[in-house]
């Protein structure tokens, strides 16, 4: 890996992890969870005595053996400093980010939007953001279901848990967030993208 490549991976990764803990940020604000390993830990953060950071690591950590079995050490390693980096950024931000009460549907909007694309910079920088999306992307690669489906239909069964913990009006605007996330990886990400960070280039050989 050249010196260059190296650069534009870790902007990729250092961007993602910003955007993804600012997101989450703007969630919890408004007592809002997301989809995937970072809203389990969100709505376990809720009823255990454990910060967003222990909870999202501890959820995430599993899910590194099969990244490494399937995709690989480098993609291991890169998403487990992405794990860490989202941790201490959402401990660290939330100290010195002060995000006014808006309301439920903006906080979805932004949260959902700025997660989704920290998810699809960290996605073509050849890692993931922990948790069930390392999972998603074994099963694209596998059988060509965009990681976005599989995030959402993984998504619908931590709503309905959230059902359990959380008033329905936040569990509505957090499916709206989840739901804005996936759909920004399903129009954005394609798995050949995974180790390259670029566009998607067009097999031209039979045109």
């Known amino acids: 890996?050249?010196?260059?490549?190296?650069?534009?991976?870790?902007?990729?990764?250092?961007?993602?992890?910003?955007?993804?803990?600012?997101?989450?940020?703007?969630?919890t604000s408004a007592g809002l969870v997301t989809g995937q390993a970072a809203g389990l830990a969100l709505l376990l953060s809720y009823v255990l005595p454990w910060d967003f950071g222990v909870t999202f690591f501890a959820?995430?950590?599993?899910?590194?053996?099969?990244?490494?079995?399937?995709?690989?050490?480098?993609?291991?390693?890169?998403?487990?400093?992405?794990?860490?980096?989202?941790?201490l950024a959402v401990e660290a931000l939330g100290r010195v980010v002060m995000i006014a009460d808006h309301g439920r549907p903006l906080a979805a909007l932004l949260g959902g939007i700025l997660i989704g694309i920290g998810v699809l910079s960290v996605f073509r920088h050849n890692a993931s953001a922990g948790g069930l999306s390392i999972l998603s992307l074994v099963i694209e690669e596998k059988t060509g279901i965009k990681a976005g489906w599989v995030q959402l239909g993984v998504d619908a069964l931590i709503f309905l848990a959230a059902c359990f913990v959380l008033a329905p009006g936040q569990v509505f605007y957090s499916f709206v967030a989840a739901g804005l996330m996936n759909l920004i990886i399903i129009w954005n990400f394609d798995i050949r993208q995974a180790r390259s960070g670029g566009p998607l280039v067009e097999d031209n050989a039979g045109s």
């Open 59 to 87: 959820v995430s950590a599993p899910f590194l053996v099969l990244a490494w079995r399937r995709r690989g050490r480098v993609f291991t390693f890169r998403t487990l400093i992405v794990v860490i980096g989202i941790s």
């Open 1 to 27: 890996m050249t010196a260059q490549r190296g650069i534009f991976d870790v902007q990729g990764l250092t961007i993602g992890i910003i955007l993804c803990s600012l997101g989450i940020i703007f969630l």
